[in-house]
């Protein structure tokens, strides 16, 4: 027998990320699961000095061997995503992987939604995970091959009083299986992933009222999701062990 072992113990060791929203709830997972596993990572959202107390919290955890940096960054402005893609590749020589995290919405019943807020939410979940792609592609994945995810929410069935981000999310969606054709003989795959219900104290901070344990009881397993479990599925779709798989969608837990 000739077989060879996907996982090795620095997986991702020599690589580069680069994780939006990566200073709080999901994306802070990912990006310590990443950094455990040897890649450096730049972790980017609005909130700068948030965003830089996070790095320097997760650089002195003993356990991780890949260094963090913080690059401040709204995706919903171009000239900032063209920023950040462009001083990762001066700093760090490339870009390996991207993972669209930053994001999110507020409840209201559609019927209440103003255009600001409409706007706001599509421009954030939908036009600014394009615009991380489109750039990242242009930077360097274009010529360079990479792997991308982008993170939705669990809208099959519907998003309901989140109309807007159900709709911008099952948007980036279908964008993700046309750029998994378009740029697949480039070298890049790119996949989005769900996170079931998964509770952290700035994620719970959006709502008016306890929506998590509201979700509890319909989700299969009983219980809520840990960010923790959201970042192993990411790391296992962005390592050699995913090479086959793109334009895929992948939930860590669903009730659809
Ligand atoms: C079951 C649980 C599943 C969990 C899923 C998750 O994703 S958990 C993760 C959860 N994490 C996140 O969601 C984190 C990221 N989320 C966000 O940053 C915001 O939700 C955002 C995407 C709306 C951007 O907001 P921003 O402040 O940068 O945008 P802006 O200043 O440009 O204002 C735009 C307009 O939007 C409107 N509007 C905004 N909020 C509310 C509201 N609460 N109420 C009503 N309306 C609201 C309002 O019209 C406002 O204009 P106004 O009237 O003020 O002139
Ligand atoms: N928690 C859950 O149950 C679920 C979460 N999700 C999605 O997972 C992702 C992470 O959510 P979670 O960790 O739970 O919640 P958080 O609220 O902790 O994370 C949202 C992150 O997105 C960043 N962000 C928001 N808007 C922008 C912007 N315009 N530009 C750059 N960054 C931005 C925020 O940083 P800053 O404010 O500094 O910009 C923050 O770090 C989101 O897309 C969310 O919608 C999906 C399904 C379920």
Not at 58 to 81: D, F, S
Not at 134 to 143: D, K, L, V
Not at 150 to 170: E, L, P, T
Not at 216 to 232: F, H, S
Request: one cysteine or more.
């Amino acid at each position: 027998m000739n077989i060879t072992s996907v996982f090795k113990p620095d997986l991702f060791t020599g690589k580069v990320a680069i994780v939006t929203g990566g200073g709080t709830g999901i994306g802070a997972a990912i990006t310590q699961e990443l950094a455990h596993l040897g890649c450096d990572v730049v972790i980017a959202s609005r909130k700068e000095q948030r965003l830089k107390e996070a790095a320097d919290q997760m650089n002195a955890n003993p356990n991780i061997k890949g260094r963090i940096t913080a690059i401040a960054c709204n995706i919903r402005q171009e000239e900032q995503v063209k920023n950040l893609m462009q001083s990762v590749v001066k700093e760090f020589g490339k870009i390996d992987f991207l993972v669209n995290n930053g994001g999110g919405q507020f409840q209201c019943p559609a019927e209440n939604i103003s255009m600001k807020g409409w706007s706001a939410v599509i421009d954030t979940n939908l036009t600014g995970t394009f615009l991380c792609c489109q750039h990242a592609f242009r930077e360097w994945m274009g010529a360079n091959g990479g792997v991308i995810i982008n993170i939705v929410v669990d809208m099959w069935r519907g998003f309901v009083f989140m109309s807007h981000s159900g709709a911008a999310r099952s948007a980036v969606d279908n964008l993700t299986k046309t750029l998994a054709l378009e740029w697949a003989d480039k070298g890049i795959r790119i996949n989005s992933v769900a996170p079931g219900t998964i509770y952290s104290e700035t994620a719970a901070a959006n709502y008016p009222t306890d929506v998590f344990s509201a979700s509890r009881e319909v989700q299969p397993t009983g219980r809520l999701g840990t960010p923790e479990e959201v970042a192993a599925l990411v790391c296992f779709i962005l390592s050699p062990a995913a090479a086959f798989m793109t334009g895929i969608f992948a939930s860590t837990c669903s009730h659809s």
